[in-house]
């Protein structure tokens, strides 16, 4: 039988290899027809591969992402091409590239014209479009290098992979490695050439026989075992006489996949290359057995059940010849000193997992010493980097030093600054240190949270709640940990960490974590494993509190007790775990354990003896807490699905569920990257939820944790004080300042770098800082958040996002759980490393702007008009442009730094200060400005209040400037500027030298309206206790470059003469900025599409004192509690548009009567969901009015489930 001609011309074309394929080959009617055109000409593909390709890709990341991959790819193939170069030769060129076909990317820099030395920045952004088109469903690859992508898109072919699998019986280690030593010997091309003519022979089979038996037989004749070939021809039928070209066919491509080494077989005999098949015995062997995965297992400690799994990642990651050369180097290097190999491969698994002090224990061992065996110890180095970085370039060029920084922590290697986590983990002692730090706020946190516990302790009943816990929600680095370590000195807490094996995080993993995250390949009934975990825990508590020595104590030295004896905080090991999974043993032991109705009975028994043997705090006979079990990094409990896909935390729910009531006991999940709707999910989108009369509410969050600005030392007195790094990195969380304190006293360079190194890392929530093209929408609005203070529109679904992965503070949930609300309060570390990470490209700038822009467009902002936030970008850029001046200290923060006011504003208007045509009535004021202003900010944040002198004082100390609040009269923005003759940093600071500059932005066509200048003034903006000269800049963004400045109108108050004022009429007139940036502030400027407290009820005074703390910039005071009686209209116009033509000053209008808090959250949120649709309204809206109160006690709304968000989230 005949193949088909078609086949045969078929069989020389390329096989797709997207790392996922779609098996229908449709053409995309629904997709972007433009875009399917644009994909279909950028990567030069058949009919039938673009249109599966472009599914595959349009599914994994959206029209949006793939229409900027189309803009970057033109951009760049069309200004790197060769004038005289054909543009479907550099096409052909890309497309072999971003497939991994061998040599083909030194072909595609070369018809390019690329070099490494000058074209380091195209060559890596060619890496990174040929990675995402390659890969397109993996989401993470930011954290990849260079090398790292381009290893993968030459050596990943995992698609090909599969089908030489199936045509040749192989699976697991056997077919990963036979794949990869065909794959390194031939290349991708001639591998699939392969696959397709052989599919296309197996297709011959008669359709009474089966694909498997084909297969089988075919196995047998290529390895070369007797009588293969016959029953080979036999089960396809093909005979001498018929299938001369397809028996010829088979034989050359058993040759071919017996001998890949070897040139074209076409010169060969058919009988001399079937003899060399049936007979070389050598080379069958070596098909049947995978010998580097042997050596492999001989050389490394692992496991049976993860040997495998490692085996393929370091072939995937480095392929199989670049693995036998370091099996070889590696054994060689071991046999030389040491005969024991098997002890040898103790010591060396533990020195290149990076293991304490496992070198010098590899050394000790192998009796190896610097000086007779330097070029040896290098070696083990280089090894030890190849396992490590499989995929990273060969080590032989580096220095000693640069790999052992690589590899971890020692005694003689370097420090530098290096963007990895690498680092992080040396500072793990640091990080403890700050657990014992004095603890701060201890009335306004742990009492409230105390409280709030004790409370649903007795709240807690079966019938109306689904299980006794609730989660503690809060920016990373908030104090979740620390609050729950505090908790564990008024109440029993039961801590376990689930933190990943090999993180470097702190605290680090409880010995408990295994039993509740037991491995996935071994098969358990979780339901049972959690009752005998929890009953086994109560049972160790109730025996340790139940001693007749311990029970004779104060409470307080049975707690400290217990603490000692059971609060794992580093990687020592407790007793307490030990004597839980003894527990754990005996109870599986015992015969009537298997049956479920029984293990609910043991475990309530084992609660209740648990309540009665804890100490009480309270009156006999009140239900209260006890016992807290506190659940930390819980993200992996529902990471992890058992076999019908029911995540590990929910069944640990039911369990929980079956706790008895008035038991003294409650857990609390925290976790930082997890999502909120994990823990607390909506009725309606929890699977877990049973008809078993369990009730539905869940307990409210908590997440009113008011931690920002503990340790803020005393005032600075001078300015070297103002911009000392150990003050500034007090503002916001606890936790930097205190890191950096401890950091540098423990000596070492680069502890200023390394802890904004932190912030900014856990600002973008990576491992490494991505490139501009690598970053998420979500990853800007926190860069663009911490440095311009934007907020989304309430309903946005990347509030979520924000507060569990990106350091935003949780603002608010909504009691039915359809969304969050998310917030970005002033916090220095953040504002500093978000500003770095901005000033390292201007392609980040571009990118931000971009996306900024889109937001705008698409309604994607709570609040904020374009022009003013392109303003504020303007000036936190020209901040960084600017020449730092001497702070006095020992280190500067880069981007926190000070600059004179002269050479600022010779950045933004690229003139010489004493050419600048500064507009005033008084010279001397202007001369003053310029010789003796100085100003600090590195972002802003939002006031509710107009600020006076001594406010001003307060934005210079945390080097901040402010967007002014709605309705401020005359400004938009200002900052601080600070007056001062002497140069000296110890010069004294004084409130007479504060001044300001005040900014107004216009972003309307046409012409200034020059009239309304009178209004740019201090005295119209009702800035009082300011008597120095003062700066106005104004910002008419949309203006023509030919337009000319009209005349400035004075001040309607005669005594306010010290105003300096300059405009600059359109962006051109910024000299700053890049035409790219122009090009982006274009965009964000033509895109067309506020107070927090209100959400709340500001009667408890707990609520009060967090708004006061999260939004302590914009609340000068906080609004009064309302009375009982509704709120009555207010004949008062705070708003911009109640501006009045009067000459008088206005007065100063503080937020107690401009900030009235809605009486009732669920009133208020119906409100705002009426005047917010899903895309936020283009123009600004009024403020709602105010709903009067219907009770004047603080109670959980029934109507309503508990604050909390869903499982599969809505918003």
């Known amino acids: 039988m005949e193949a088909p001609s078609r086949e045969q011309k078929e069989s020389d074309k390329l096989t ?63 200004k790197l091409k060769p004038p005289d170069t054909k543009q479907e030769d550099v096409i052909s060129r890309w497309a072999n590239f971003f497939q991994g076909y061998k040599r083909s990317f030194a072909k595609l820099k070369k018809i390019l014209n690329l070099t490494d030395a000058n074209h380091e920045n195209q060559i890596e952004q060619l890496v990174e479009l040929a990675y995402f088109i390659r890969f397109p469903s993996e989401k993470e690859n930011s954290g990849m290098s260079q090398e790292e992508m381009l290893t993968r898109i030459q050596t990943l072919h995992l698609t090909d992979r599969e089908r030489f699998g199936k045509l040749h019986c192989f699976e697991g280690v056997i077919l990963v490695e036979s794949f990869s030593v065909l794959f390194e010997a031939v ?126 990642a370091i072939v995937e990651a480095a392929g199989v010849a670049r693995l036998q050369k370091y099996h070889e180097e590696l054994q060689s ?150 609050l729950v370590i505090e908790l564990a000195k008024h109440v029993c807490v039961v801590y376990i960490c689930l933190r990943p094996l090999k993180s470097t995080g702190q605290p680090p993993r409880s010995e408990l974590a295994n039993s509740m995250l037991p491995d996935q390949a071994v098969k358990v009934d979780l339901q049972e ?144 990257t997890s999502r909120l709707a994990n823990f607390s999910p909506a009725l309606d989108d929890d699977p877990s939820a049973r008809p078993d009369g369990h009730g539905a509410e869940l307990f409210e969050p908590i997440y009113q944790i008011p931690s920002l600005d503990l340790f803020v030392p005393a005032l600075p007195k001078t300015w070297r004080e103002l911009l000392s790094p150990g003050r500034l990195l007090t503002y916001g969380g606890p936790f930097y300042g205190l890191y950096y304190e401890h950091a540098t006293k423990k000596g070492g360079a680069n502890q200023l770098e390394n802890t904004l190194c932190i912030a900014g890392l856990k600002l973008l929530c990576r491992s490494k800082f991505p490139t501009s093209k690598m970053l998420t929408q979500s990853q800007i609005f926190a860069l663009l958040g911490s440095v311009i203070h934007t907020r989304l529109y309430n309903k946005s679904s990347i509030h979520t996002d924000l507060v569990s992965s990106h350091a935003a503070h949780c603002m608010f949930i909504d009691p039915t759980r359809e969304f969050i609300i998310s917030d970005y309060p002033s916090q220095f570390p953040y504002a500093s490393a978000a500003s770095a990470f901005l000033a390292r490209s201007h392609c980040n700038w571009d990118r931000c702007i971009n996306v900024l822009a889109l937001a705008v467009q698409n309604g ?141 932005t216009k972003n309307q066509e046409g012409s200034v309206k020059w009239k309304e200048s009178c209004n740019w003034c201090k005295s119209f903006a009702g800035i009082e206790d300011v008597d120095n000269p003062y700066l106005i800049l104004l910002f008419s963004l949309k203006a023509k470059s030919q337009e000319s400045p009209g005349p400035w109108k004075e001040p309607d108050d005669k005594d306010d003469t010290g105003r300096v004022h300059f405009q600059f009429l359109g962006l051109d007139k910024i000299a700053c900025l890049s035409d790219k940036m122009r090009i982006a502030f274009r965009k964000l400027i033509t895109a067309v599409p506020e107070d927090l407290s209100k959400l709340h009820d500001l009667r408890s005074v707990h609520t009060r004192d967090w708004i006061g703390n999260v939004t302590r910039h914009y609340h000068k005071t906080l609004p009064l509690v309302p009375s009982q009686k509704p709120a009555q209209k207010s004949n008062k116009r705070t708003r911009s548009s109640d501006h009045t033509n009067t000459p008088k000053s206005p007065k100063r209008i503080r937020t107690s009567k401009e900030h009235q808090p809605v009486q009732n959250q669920g009133q208020a949120m119906q409100s705002d969901q009426q005047l917010q649709s899903d895309m936020a309204p283009k123009q600004k809206t009024q403020s709602r009015k105010q709903v009067p109160n219907k009770s004047s006690k603080l109670r959980r709304s029934k109507s309503c489930p508990n604050m909390s968000v869903p499982d599969k989230p809505k918003y």
């Not at 972007?32 to 599966?52: K, V």
């Not at 991708?188 to 397709?196: A, M």
């Not at 200290?889 to 600059?899: A, C, D, L, P, R």
């Not at 080097?959 to 009269?969: E, I, N, R």
């Open 860 to 1000: 994607l902002l709570a609040n904020g008009d374009a022009g003013e936030m392109a303003t504020r970008l303007i000036l936190i850029y020209a901040m960084q442009q600017t020449i730092i001046l001497d702070s006095g200290n020992e280190f500067t923060i880069k981007q926190g730094h000070s600059v004179r006011l002269r050479d600022f504003l010779n950045t933004l208007t690229g003139k010489n200060p004493k050419e600048i045509r500064l507009g005033t009535k008084s010279p001397e004021g202007r001369k003053r400005l310029l010789d003796e202003g100085r100003i600090f900010f590195n972002h802003f944040t939002r006031i509710g209040y107009t600020p006076s002198a001594k406010e001003l004082m307060e934005f210079l100390h945390e080097g901040l400037a402010v967007q002014c609040k709605p309705g401020q009269h005359g400004l938009d923005d200002l900052f601080t500027i600070y007056l001062t003759p002497e140069s000296d940093p110890d010069h004294e600071l004084d409130h007479k030298n504060i001044t300001f500059c005040g900014v107004q």
């Open 529 to 672: 494993r959690y009752a005998r975990l929890l009953t086994a825990i109560f049972r160790v508590v109730a025996s340790f509190f139940s001693k007749p020595d311990r029970q004779d104590k104060l409470i307080k030295d049975q707690l400290d007790a217990w603490n000692k004896y059971s609060l794992q905080l580093d990687d020592t090991p407790v007793q307490f775990a030990c004597d839980v999974q003894e527990e754990m043993k005996m109870l599986a032991e015992q015969s009537n354990w298997d049956n479920s109705a029984t293990r609910i009975r043991v475990l309530q028994a084992a609660a209740k003896k648990m309540n009665q043997s804890v100490p009480s705090t309270n009156q006999e006979g009140v239900a209260q807490l006890k016992v807290l079990l506190a659940i930390d990094e819980a993200r992996n409990l529902v990471e992890q699905t058992d076999d019908e896909e029911v995540s590990y935390f929910r069944l640990f729910r039911w369990v929980l569920a079956e706790l008895p009531i008035s038991g003294g006991f409650f857990s609390v999940f925290t976790d930082t």
């Open 16 to 78: 797709l290899d997207p790392q996922s394929t779609l098996k229908s080959q449709q053409h995309p009617i629904q997709a972007d027809m433009d875009e399917y055109e644009r994909f279909a000409t950028l990567h030069g593909y058949q009919e039938n591969q673009q249109a599966e390709h472009f599914q595959v890709v349009l599914k994994a990341v959206g029209v949006e992402r793939l229409q900027n991959y189309h803009d970057d790819l033109e951009e760049i193939l069309s």
């Open 187 to 312: 290349g991708i091309k001639k591998l699939r050439v392969y696959l397709t003519k052989l599919e296309n022979i197996v297709e011959l089979k008669p359709p009474d026989t089966k694909h498997e038996d084909v297969i089988s037989q075919w196995a047998k004749f290529f390895q070369g075992y007797e009588g293969s070939f016959a029953r080979l021809k036999e089960i396809l039928k093909l005979t001498d006489a018929d299938h001369e070209s397809q028996i010829k066919q088979l034989v050359e491509l058993a040759h071919f996949i017996r001998f890949p080494m070897e040139k074209e077989p076409s010169e060969r005999l058919l009988e001399e290359m079937l003899t060399r098949i049936q007979s070389d015995k050598k080379s069958r062997k070596s098909q049947q057995q995978s010998t580097a995965f042997k050596r492999f297992e001989k050389l490394h400690g692992y496991g049976k059940d993860e040997v495998a799994g490692k085996f393929i």
């Open 333 to 482: 290097l071991m046999h030389s000193f040491n005969d024991d190999l098997s002890a040898c491969r103790i010591y060396w698994t533990r020195f290149y997992q990076g293991c304490k002090d496992s070198f010098p224990e590899l050394k000790r061992w192998l009796k190896l010493t610097d000086q007779d065996h330097e070029d040896e110890i290098r070696k083990f180095f280089q090894l030890a980097y190849f396992r490590r970085f499989p995929t990273r370039q060969d080590s032989s060029e580096m220095s000693t030093d640069k790999i052992l920084l690589a590899l971890g922590p020692t005694k003689s290697s370097p420090k530098t600054t290096n963007d990895t986590v690498e680092r992080l983990a040396w500072a793990a002692d640091i990080v403890r240190e700050g657990f014992e730090a004095p603890y701060r706020a201890y009335d306004s946190i742990l009492i409230p949270t105390l409280a709030t516990l004790h409370n649903y302790v007795v709240e807690w009943k079966t019938n109306l709640y689904r299980a006794p816990y609730t989660s503690i929600v809060g920016a990373t680095m908030s104090g979740k940990t620390r």
